[in-house]
């Protein structure tokens, strides 16, 4: 094997690791477009958080201050809606 056929291997096999990751970052832009929340972890996605002392009664969740959606962290990071 020639050091030339060396390298046009590694200039391929380089080439087609960045077209597939150019793809999924592509791919990973487009779903955050698409969906842009996720469900809130702390009230799973009800928006209502239950009293641990009374179980009848309840509040709106701080963390998405009811609405039982957060923005994901990809859409907060590149500023996405």
């Not at 030339?4 to 955050?32: D, E, Q």
């Not at 009293?51 to 907060?76: E, L, N």
């Amino acid at each position: 094997m020639s050091i030339l056929t060396a390298l046009a291997t590694l200039a391929i096999c380089s080439t087609a690791v960045v077209v597939l990751a150019l793809t999924a970052v592509i791919a990973y832009r487009l779903n955050l477009k698409r969906h842009p929340f996720t469900d809130c972890r702390r009230c799973k996605g009800t928006g209502e958080r239950r009293s641990w002392v009374f179980a009848h009664s309840f509040g709106y969740c701080p963390d998405c201050q009811g609405s039982g959606h957060k923005i994901r962290a990809g859409a907060r990071l590149l500023n996405i809606r």
